[in-house]
Nanobody
Framework: QVQLVESGGGSVQAGGSLKISCVAS????????IGWFRQAPGKEREFVAA????????EYVDSVKGRFTISRDNAKNTVLLQMSSLKPEDTAVYYC?????????????????????WGQGTQVTVSS
């Protein structure tokens, strides 16, 4: 079992940058694939980025490729999402989710239902 806490959200102007964090508590953080999702008002939660257990493999939704970077530090039980060139359409509550993968391997990283554990979310607001 793992508990997730997101932080680092805030308000920024279009074109700006923001780094949000997902810190996990519990054992064996490296047994988990981590995904970042976001949810805007009135919309479904959507996939943003994912990273495998050792950070060697990352995936992004097309709309953030080249602007967002996901990374992890297993020694600190932390996954980061560095966001640059932010746009008003990036405004949402950002959530991190954890998928338990004790034997490694892949998962359907963009599927919300794959993730058993979620944080409470952090608000990101981008003004034009």
């Amino acid at each position: 079992q793992v508990q997730l806490v997101e932080s680092g959200g805030g308000s920024v102007q279009a074109g700006g940058s923001l780094k949000i964090s997902c810190v996990a508590s519990g054992r064996s953080f490296s047994d988990y694939g981590i995904g970042w999702f976001r949810q805007a008002p009135g919309k479904e939660r959507e996939f943003v980025a994912a990273i495998n257990w050792n950070g060697a493999n990352t995936e992004y939704v097309d709309s953030v490729k080249g602007r967002f970077t996901i990374s992890r530090d297993n020694a600190k039980n932390t996954v980061l999402l560095q966001m640059s060139s932010l746009k008003p359409e990036d405004t949402a509550v950002y959530y991190c989710g954890a998928k338990h993968l004790p034997y490694g391997g892949g998962w359907r990283y963009s599927d919300v239902s794959e993730y058993r554990y979620w944080g409470q979310g952090t608000q990101v607001t981008v003004s034009s």
